[in-house]
């Protein structure tokens, strides 16, 4: 049998900061805070937050996961800089995930999905035959 994976997802494309630390299917822990425009100045202190809640250490995590949007950029960067950093440090794969195909994890029809966006404009996006939920790390 595979030992489960523990992985670290981090999401900082809108003025909320989402951390999720998952052990196969089991969510460990979960953290959305409003933090505004502040994501460089709080997401490792959230990070450490989630890890300490979780009573891990960086060096449990087998994987991390990044949101990349659609959303902010500068939020976006933040957190993709701060994943690819620690991917490297602690020699595990780092990947990106479309907030899109989170909404639409283990869909097997052909599904229609929109985003709020900014200026009360939206983003919308149709996945047909596509299965999603067979990520393997």
């Keep these: 049998m595979q030992p489960e994976v523990i992985a670290l ?13 998952v052990s196969g299917k089991d969510i460990l822990v979960e953290i959305n805070e409003y ?3 502040k994501h460089a100045e709080n997401l490792m202190l959230l990070t450490h937050k989630a890890l300490d809640l979780a009573k891990l250490k960086f060096t449990d995590l087998n994987a ?16 993709v800089a701060a994943v690819r950093g620690l ?4 020699k595990i794969p780092a990947f990106g995930i479309l ?6 994890l283990n869909q097997t029809t052909d599904t229609l999905c929109s985003i709020n966006g900014p200026n009360d404009q939206f983003y919308l996006v149709e996945y047909r035959n596509k299965k999603f939920g067979s990520c393997n790390l």
């Design 87 to 90: 991917s490297l440090a602690l």
């Design 64 to 79: 991390i996961g990044v949101g990349v949007g659609p959303g902010n950029f500068t939020g976006i960067r933040i957190s």
């Design 35 to 37: 933090i505004g425009k």
């Design 99 to 104: 907030r899109y195909e989170a909404f639409c």
């Design 9 to 21: 997802g981090i999401d900082t494309s809108t003025p909320y900061c989402g951390l999720s630390i």
